[in-house]
């Protein structure tokens, strides 16, 4: 089973709402990513935790909040988001050898309004 | 800095028209070369890892190979179900930064 699941599928907010995005995979993984992809561009990395510390925050603004609050679950809060913050984000994980494809979820489409 | 181009950008074929997609890559260490297909609005799905040059992995009508600066994806025969974005990417070995780099891919329309 190489699933990694993602909720909700779609979201839509506004400026002032806070929501959370949420991940989860059984494939007993200990690294996971979240990314965000715009249209017709590759995924860009945002965040990475391994054994459930974060170890890679690319810069990422601090209206995104990730969270791991176990090693099967990732979460992604999100407050006073822009219009600009609109895409698909993905979460995805790979085996604790560190090596091998990393396995993506069907992602979030989230719009700002 | 790790970069990874694909060509072309987009690329038309009619069903049957078998063609390959390109992957250059500059690595310092390669750890491994993913493919990943992805269609839109969806998660990228993966398809092949290959490791060290001259490495070939085969799944239906795809067959990835691997050189010391480039990948290929050969598509033989296809059909329109193989229509998407494929999706090439590395991951640099000896930083344990685990991250994949992307390229920007190649958005494929197979035509009946």
């Known amino acids: 089973d190489t699933e990694v699941t993602q909720t909700p599928k779609h979201l839509v907010m506004g400026m002032t709402n806070k929501k959370s995005l949420k991940c989860e995979q059984h494939?007993?993984?200990?690294?996971m990513y979240w990314y965000k992809q715009k249209a017709k561009k590759p995924p860009e990395l945002m965040f990475v935790y391994s054994y459930e510390k974060l170890s890679i925050n690319e810069s990422v603004p601090s209206r995104f909040s990730p969270e791991c609050p176990n090693s099967s679950l990732l979460n992604l809060h999100l407050h006073a988001l822009q219009p600009e913050d609109s895409a698909l984000y993905l979460c995805?994980?790979?085996?604790?050898?560190?090596?091998?494809?990393?396995?993506f979820g069907p992602g979030t489409r989230l719009t700002v309004l | 800095e790790d970069q990874v181009t694909q060509s072309p950008e987009a690329l038309r074929l009619q069903e049957g028209e078998s063609s390959s997609l390109n992957c250059s890559y500059t690595?310092?260490?390669?750890?491994?070369l993913f493919w990943y297909r992805q269609d839109p609005g969806k998660g990228p799905e993966f398809l092949f890892t290959?490791?060290?040059a001259g490495e070939e992995k085969e799944k239906e009508r795809l067959k990835a190979t691997l050189t010391k600066k480039e990948s290929f994806l050969h598509i033989t025969a296809p059909k329109p179900e193989d229509s998407a974005t494929y999706l090439c990417a590395v991951q640099e070995g000896g930083t344990g930064r685990r991250a994949l780099t992307f390229g920007s891919g190649t958005r494929l329309q197979v035509q009946p």
């Open positions: 494939m007993g993984h200990r690294a």
């Open positions: 290959l490791y060290s």
């Open positions: 690595v310092s260490g390669l750890r491994g």
């Open positions: 995805a994980s790979i085996g604790t050898s560190g090596s091998g494809p990393q396995y």
